[in-house]
Every structure is written in C-alpha cells, then in structure tokens.
C-alpha cells in the first residue's frame, strides 16, 4: 500500500475533534464518579423560655432546742477585812489580855473579820462568870474559836451543862478549864447527841466524865 492510500484510511478511522478544543475533558462536569456531599439541613434546637424560674422556699429549719443549765449563784464573797485603825485596836486588846493576836489567827483566821466588839462582848461574858484573866488566857489559847461565839450562844452551852449534864455550878469552871472547846460546841447537833449516846451505853454519871 502506498503512502497516500495508509493516510487517507487513518483519517477514515480517527473521529473528528473539534476545532475549538481539540483536547476534550477526561471528565464531564456532569458526571461524577463520587455523590456530591448533600448541605446540612437546618438543625433546629430546642428553645429555652425567657421566664425567670422561681426557686421554690424550703421550710425553715427548727431552732434546735439546748437544755437549759440551772443558774447557780457564786458563793458570797468573804467580807473585806476591817480598817487598820480597827486592826490595830483588836491586836492591841488582845495582848492586852496576854493573848498574841498572830497566833490567834494562824488557827482561826476568821478572828481577823470579827468586830473588835464582838471580841469584848464574848471575854466580859467569861469573865462575868468569875473566869480569871488567868483562866482567860489559857481558855482562849486553846481554842481561840470562843473568840467568834457571841454571848448568845455561849450562854445555852453553859444551861445544858448545868441542868442537863447535870454539872456542879463550883465543878462549871473546872469543866470548862479542862475542855475548853465545849464552848465552841452546838448544844442540838454535837453536845446533847453526845449526852444521849453516854447514857445508852451505861454511863449515869455524866457530870463525872
């Protein structure tokens, strides 16, 4: 075959491109070998109203109840101590009778807040039943309590010795020489107890013992 017979046959079978783009896609723009993404419909949340929300109140909380303490009073505060002018004077008095007030009261400190009457009240007394400044001095040595015990009771001490134990009124002042401290005693709580229980055991004579 001659050259020009093999050209004609190949323009016989190659197809016609166009003039305008003789290149054509290798795709068509409307075919796709992947589905195009579909656009997001519209989503639609829920909406939230406006209205305030009214918190509803709790009941309120009882007031827990505590166990109310009895109030109890302080004790009474000791009395303050006199003057010193007043100090002095009952120091005085009492080494007057040959007492030495220091030692009076390192035992019975409350001989500091006694009146300096009270203490001359309670020696005349004694001394009006014939106690001698002597007997005084030894008496209230041995027991400076009798200092503090007024008249008034000293004197139903003296009553339940003479008509209850019995006590010669010439043995009274023996007695009260011998136990000083009798008159420091309470007749109803320690010295009629005291009698009764003698008694229940056999001893009549009171007075002796």
Known sequence: MSLISLSHAMQDTLPVLPKNNPFPPLLSPHHHDFPLLSRPKNLHFPTFSSRTITPTSLPPKPNPKFPQIPSTSPPPPMPPPNSHSDFQEKMLYLESIGLDFFSLIQHHPPIIFASLHDLKST??????????????????????HILTVKPTSLLPIFTFLLREAHVNGSDLKKVINRRPR????????????????????????????
């Open 123 to 144: 020696v005349d007394f004694l001394a009006s039943l014939s106690f001698t400044t002597l007997e005084l001095r030894r008496i209230l040595s041995m027991c400076p």
């Open 182 to 209: 009798l008159l420091a005693c309470n007749v109803e709580t320690q010295l009629r107890p005291t009698l009764y229980f003698l008694q229940s055991i056999g001893i009549s004579e009171v007075n002796i013992v």
